[in-house]
């Protein structure tokens, strides 16, 4: 019966996600030589070549392809074996696997972060950020412990509401939304995953009669702030990705009888077995002291 040591393990992941013998010696911290070496006595133990290797890089073999999946489903549990074990101890170890929307990585979770680091410095950290569907997949296929994800989550899992963000119109122009009718300036929007762009659109036919006279469609909202910062249009953004010192107009899309004004909720998803790991725990209390300073416009 054959079977890889973790070492090996991560030899041959790592070849299949370089395709490239220097590369993987880099990331292995060896020399090339030692690792076709090491490569050669695991294809040995195997019976078969594992890669094909040519000008273009390294290619699995159908044995390979074998190989590479034991490899990672070892790596795989070795990982969960290892988060059982540190369960039992009382002190936070284990890696914690964050997906959290982009929005919510680049503006507020650093902080957080930086507080669950200072407080528990022997647990690490794995962070993939993407669109709120991306995360949901992430939690899904188990390659997160923990989602925080915008707008409405369709999550039937445990679900905490972490805070709501007010929407502001930003323009070095405008300086009340009646202004909208009468500008030429164009309305920067970026269209991502979510029901933010038609959210905005909706809101829009609501208050105006026509479309926007002219428009501009990103695809990333730090791209449509700075486009906006910068003097080229007006956007409409989340109170999320302006902190105060932007030398802008900044218009509240307030709430009024008629019209419950365009806001964004931020969740905290996952499965409830996640929300039992220790590392997991303690970055939900962490998470919730932070998200409790900010204003919430749901009271």
């Known amino acids: 019966m054959n079977s890889l040591t973790t070492t090996e393990a991560e030899i041959i992941k790592i070849l299949s996600e370089e395709k490239n013998m220097r590369k993987a010696a880099e990331r ?30 390294l290619t699995p073999t159908p044995a390979g392809e074998l190989v590479i999946q034991y490899a990672i489903d070892t790596i795989i549990r070795k990982e969960e074996v290892f988060e059982t074990i540190q369960a039992l101890n009382s002190k936070v170890h284990g890696t914690l696997k964050i997906a959290c929307a ?26 993939i950020t993407g669109w709120s569907s991306e995360i949901v997949k992430a939690l899904y296929e188990g390659e997160a412990h923990v989602g925080i994800v915008r707008g409405q989550a369709e999550w039937k ?10 929407m502001y119109l930003v323009d070095k122009e405008i300086k009340q939304l009646d202004d909208i009718l009468t500008t030429d300036r164009p309305f920067i929007q970026f269209k991502s995953d979510s029901s933010y762009y038609q959210e905005i659109q909706l809101w829009w036919q609501r208050h105006f009669s026509s479309n926007p006279k002219r428009q501009i469609i990103v695809d990333q909202i730090e791209t449509c702030k700075q486009m906006a910062m910068n003097g080229i249009g007006y956007a409409i953004l989340p109170s999320i990705t302006l ?22 909720d931020t ?8 929300f039992e790991l220790r590392q997991v725990a303690a970055f939900v209390e962490v998470v919730k002291q932070h998200a409790s300073c900010l204003y919430d416009y749901t009271k």
């Open 243 to 264: 902190n105060g010192e932007e030398k802008v107009n900044k218009i509240p899309i307030t709430n009024t009888e008629k019209d419950l004004g365009l806001t964004r």
């Open 157 to 166: 899992g445990k679900k905490v509401h972490l805070f709501r963000d007010m």
């Open 28 to 57: 292995l911290f060896l020399t090339q030589p030692a690792l076709s070496q090491r490569l050669q006595s695991i294809e040995k133990d195997w019976g078969a070549q594992l890669f094909i290797r040519s000008q273009k890089g």
């Open 102 to 127: 982009s929005i919510v990585g680049q503006n507020w979770l650093p902080k957080v972060l930086k507080d669950f680091v200072t407080q528990y410095p022997d647990a690490k950290i794995s962070l």
């Open 267 to 274: 969740w905290l998803i996952g499965y409830e077995s996640s």
